[in-house]
């Protein structure tokens, strides 16, 4: 059976702090959390809802929820509305305490 090799971690990750770290994983969850929310936003403002005409078929139906959560990754990404900083900030808070 061939082993396969456990590779090191990357070159920046294992420079950094803990405490920049965690900052890091903070503001990913942030992020995704922030990500999650605008999803569902777009999904009750129709965003990916078949339309009666000249619509994709089943395929659409199946594929739109991946397109609502791509683009609502990239709406986080860069910025979004400001919720994914405003949680940020009040859960360093209260890490940081």
Do not use: C, Y
């Not at 659409?60 to 860069?78: G, H, I, K, N």
């Amino acid at each position: 059976m061939t082993m396969i090799p456990i590779l090191p971690a990357p070159r920046g990750a294992s420079q950094m702090p803990d405490h920049m770290q965690s900052d890091v994983n903070l503001r990913n969850a942030a992020q995704k959390l922030e990500a999650t929310f605008l999803a569902e936003m777009l999904k009750s403002a129709g965003l990916g809802a078949t339309r009666s005409t000249f619509g994709g078929g089943s395929g659409e139906d199946q594929f739109s929820s991946f397109l609502r959560e791509a683009q609502a990754r990239e709406m986080a990404t860069v910025g979004g509305i400001g919720l994914a900083e405003a949680l940020f900030e009040a859960l360093k808070v209260r890490l940081d305490a």
